[in-house]
C-alpha cells in the first residue's frame, strides 16, 4: 500500500515540474526577445546620436575656426587702434605746438600793433608840443620887444625920477624943520591929553561906582521878593536861575512857576529903575546857557538857538511887565560857558541855567 502511495505521488510531481520549466524558457525567450530589440532600438539611437555628436563636432571646429580667425582679427584691430592712437596723440600734439605758435605770432602782432600805436600817439603830443614851444617862442619874442620898449621908456622915467628924487630932498629938509617943530608941539598935546584921560577914568569910575550901587540895591531887592530859595544863586552881580525854574526840556515855552518869578524881577527892577539917574545907561541882561549834549530838531538846530530863543522869551516877558525894550538885553551862550565841566547829570543841571544881571550897556 505504501509503495503504491509512492509510486502516485512520483507521478503527479512531474507535470509540474514540466509546467514550470515551459513557463521558465517561455520568459527567457520572451526576455531574450525584449533584449534583442531593445538592443537594436538602443543602436539605432546610439548610431542618431553619434551622428548628431559628429555634426556638432563639425560644428565646434568651424566655430573655433572662425572664432581664431575673430581673435586675430581682433590682434589686428587693436594693433591698428594704437597705431591710430599713437598718430593722432602725434596730430593732436602737432595741433597743440601750431595754436600756441598763433596765439604767439598773434601776442607779437598786438605788441607791434600797440607800439605803432604808443610811436604814432609819441610823435602826435611831440607835434603838438613843438607847435606850442613854437607859440611859445613867439609869445616871448613879442615880450621881449615889449620888454625892450618898457626899459627905453624905464631908462627916461629914471631921469625923470632922478630929478624929482633931488628936488624931493629939497622939500624933505623944509618938511624935517616943520617936524620938529610939530613933535614939540605933539609932546604939549600929549601932556593935556594925558591929563584929560585922567579925568575921564575918574569920570567912569564914578559911574560905574553910582552903577554898582544902584546893582546891589536891585539885587537885594529881588533877593527879598524872590525870598529864601536854595535854587536860585546870587552870584557877584548876577542871579542864576536854574532852567528848570522857567523852561521844561528842550523848549522855549515860560512854565507858570517862571513867570511868578520873572514878575517879581520886573516889580524890583521897575523900583529900582525909579531912582537910577539918567546919566546911567543901565541894561538888564538876560543870558541863556545850555549843558554840552547837542540838541537837533526842526525847532532849534543847535543849543545856541534854544539858549537864545529863551532869553528873548524871557526879554518880551519883561517888556510885557512894563520894563523898557531899550533897557533889556538877550544872550544865548549855548553850552560853551560852563560852570562845571564834568560829564554828570549835576554838571548838565547846574550848566542849564538863565543868569540876570544888571550892567552897563
Same mark, same amino acid.
Given at each position: 500500500m505504501k509503495l503504491a502511495k509512492r509510486k502516485l505521488i512520483q507521478l503527479n510531481i512531474w507535470p509540474g515540474f514540466v509546467d514550470v520549466l515551459a513557463t521558465l524558457l517561455i520568459v527567457t525567450i520572451f526576455t531574450i526577445m525584449i533584449s534583442g530589440i531593445a538592443q537594436i532600438y538602443f543602436n539605432d539611437v546610439i548610431g542618431k546620436k #553619434?551622428?548628431?555628436i559628429s555634426v556638432l563636432d563639425m560644428q565646434i571646429e568651424e566655430i573655433a575656426e572662425k572664432l581664431s580667425m575673430q581673435i586675430n582679427e581682433n590682434k589686428k584691430i587693436k594693433e591698428i587702434n594704437f597705431n591710430l592712437e599713437k598718430l593722432n596723440k602725434q596730430k593732436k600734439k602737432e595741433?597743440?605746438?601750431?595754436?600756441?605758435?598763433?596765439?604767439?605770432?598773434? %601776442?607779437?602782432?598786438?605788441?607791434? !600793433?600797440q607800439k605803432n600805436f604808443s610811436i604814432i600817439k609819441n610823435n602826435e603830443n611831440l607835434l603838438k608840443k613843438i607847435r606850442d614851444k613854437n607859440e611859445d617862442l613867439k609869445s616871448l619874442t613879442t615880450e621881449i620887444s615889449k620888454r625892450k620898449d618898457i626899459i627905453k621908456n624905464n631908462k627916461e622915467? $629914471? #631921469?625923470? %625920477?632922478? $630929478?624929482?628924487? &633931488?628936488? &624931493?630932498k629939497k622939500q624933505l629938509n623944509e618938511l624935517s624943520k616943520q617936524l620938529d617943530f610939530a613933535e614939540q608941539e605933539d609932546k604939549d598935546n600929549k601932556v593935556l591929553i594925558r591929563n584929560l584921560g585922567k579925568k575921564l577914568n575918574l569920570a567912569l569910575a564914578g559911574k560905574v561906582q553910582e552903577l554898582s550901587e544902584y546893582q546891589s540895591m536891585f539885587l537885594k531887592k529881588v533877593k527879598n521878593l524872590i525870598g529864601?530859595?536854595?535854587?536860585?544863586?546870587? !552870584?557877584?552881580?548876577? /542871579?542864576? /536861575? =536854574?532852567? #528848570?525854574?522857567f523852561f521844561k526840556t528842550a523848549s522855549d515855552k515860560l512854565e507858570i512857576e517862571g513867570n511868578l518869578e520873572l514878575k517879581k524881577i520886573a516889580k524890583g527892577l521897575t523900583e529900582i529903575s525909579k531912582i537910577? =539917574?539918567?546919566?546911567?545907561?543901565?541894561? $538888564?541882561?538876560i543870558d541863556g546857557h545850555t549843558d554840552i549834549r547837542p540838541i537837533s530838531n526842526s525847532e532849534f538846530p543847535s543849543n545856541w538857538h534854544l539858549s537864545s530863543s529863551r532869553a528873548i522869551k524871557i526879554v518880551s516877558f519883561l517888556i510885557d511887565e512894563g520894563i523898557p525894550a531899550?533897557?533889556?538885553?538877550?544872550?544865548? /551862550?549855548?553850552?560853551?560857558?560852563?560852570? $562845571?565841566?564834568?560829564?554828570?547829570?549835576?554838571? /548838565?543841571e547846574k550848566n542849564r541855567r538863565i543868569e540876570i544881571k544888571l550892567t552897563n550897556r
Open positions: #553619434k551622428t548628431e595741433i597743440s605746438d601750431l595754436i600756441s605758435n598763433l596765439r604767439k605770432e598773434e %601776442l607779437e602782432k598786438k605788441i607791434l !600793433s622915467t $629914471l #631921469k625923470t %625920477l632922478n $630929478l624929482n628924487i &633931488l628936488e &624931493l529864601h530859595r536854595s535854587d536860585i544863586i546870587i !552870584s557877584g552881580d548876577r /542871579f542864576i /536861575f =536854574p532852567s #528848570k525854574i537910577i =539917574p539918567k546919566e546911567i545907561d543901565w541894561v $538888564l541882561r531899550e533897557r533889556l538885553m538877550a544872550a544865548g /551862550f549855548g553850552e560853551y560857558q560852563p560852570l $562845571l565841566k564834568e560829564n554828570t547829570e549835576i554838571a /548838565f
